[in-house]
Antibody, heavy 120, light 107 residues
C-alpha cells in the first residue's frame, strides 16, 4: 500500500542546516507531488511548499523561499527537504505528504513526521 | 496569500451529536477545499477533498459542503474516536494555506 517513510529525528544548533528525507512505497513516485508541511509544538499546520516528483519543479512558501530547498531522486523514490540557517522557531515536526492534483490538490498519504529540534 | 479562517477554534459535544465546523476563505477558492483530521502525535489524515468528496475508507458520517468562500464540515453523529483537531486547507493557489484548526472534544 501507499506509504511515505521519513528519516529520523534531528537536533541542530542555530545557524546550521537540516535535510529530511521521505521515501515513497507502493505507488509510481513520479506520478504525484510531494508536499512539505510543518507543525511547531502545540501549533497548527503550516504548508512549506511542494515538488513535482516528475519534473522536479518546486513552489515554496515565500517565508521559506531563501532558506528551503526541495529535491527528489527518482531512482530511489525519495524526496528531500533541506532547511538552512536554522532558528529556534524552526523547531517543529516536519511532514511530507503525497499530493494528487487534478484541479484541486490534496494530500492523501502522509509520512510519520520528523522532529527537528533547534537548540544550542 | 489566501487566508483561511475556521470557527470555532474549539468545541465540545456529546456522543451522537451533530457537529459542524466552518471555514471561510479570504477570496473565492471555487471548491478547492480539503478537510483533514489530526489526532495527538499522529500525522494528519485526509477526510474530504474538493469540498464535498469523501476520501476512500472514511466513514460516511463525515461530510463537507460549500463553494466560493464559505465551507462547512459536518460529523452527523459524533463518535468517541472522532476526538481530534480538524483543519481546512485551500489548494486554489500557492501557498496552500491551512485554517488554524478546530479542537473537538467530548462533553
Amino acid at each position: 500500500q501507499v506509504q511515505l517513510v521519513q528519516s529520523g529525528a534531528e537536533v541542530r544548533e542555530p545557524g546550521a542546516s537540516v535535510k529530511v528525507s521521505c521515501k515513497a512505497f507502493g505507488y509510481t513516485f513520479t506520478g504525484y507531488y510531494i508536499h512539505w508541511v510543518r507543525q511547531a509544538p502545540g501549533q497548527g499546520l503550516e504548508w512549506m511548499g511542494w515538488i513535482n516528483a516528475n519534473s522536479g519543479g518546486t513552489i515554496y512558501e515565500k517565508k521559506f523561499q531563501d532558506r528551503v530547498t526541495m529535491t527528489r531522486d527518482t531512482s530511489i523514490s525519495t524526496a528531500y527537504m533541506e532547511l538552512s540557517r536554522l532558528r529556534s522557531d524552526d523547531t517543529a515536526v516536519y511532514y511530507c505528504a503525497r499530493g494528487y492534483c487534478s484541479g484541486d490538490c490534496y494530500s492523501d498519504s502522509w509520512g510519520q513526521g520528523t522532529l527537528v529540534t533547534v537548540s544550542s | 496569500d489566501i487566508q483561511m479562517t475556521q470557527s470555532p477554534s474549539s468545541l465540545s459535544a456529546s456522543v451522537g451529536d451533530r457537529v459542524t465546523i466552518t471555514c471561510r476563505a479570504s477570496q473565492s477558492i471555487k471548491n478547492y477545499l480539503n478537510w483533514y483530521q489530526q489526532k495527538p502525535g499522529k500525522a494528519p489524515r485526509l477526510l474530504i477533498y474538493t469540498a464535498s468528496s469523501l476520501q476512500s475508507g472514511v466513514p460516511s458520517r463525515f461530510s463537507g459542503s460549500g463553494s466560493g468562500t464559505d465551507f462547512s464540515f459536518t460529523i452527523s453523529s459524533l463518535q468517541p474516536e472522532d476526538i481530534a483537531t480538524y483543519y481546512c486547507q485551500q489548494s486554489y493557489s500557492a501557498p496552500h494555506t491551512f485554517g488554524q484548526g478546530t479542537e473537538l472534544g467530548i462533553k
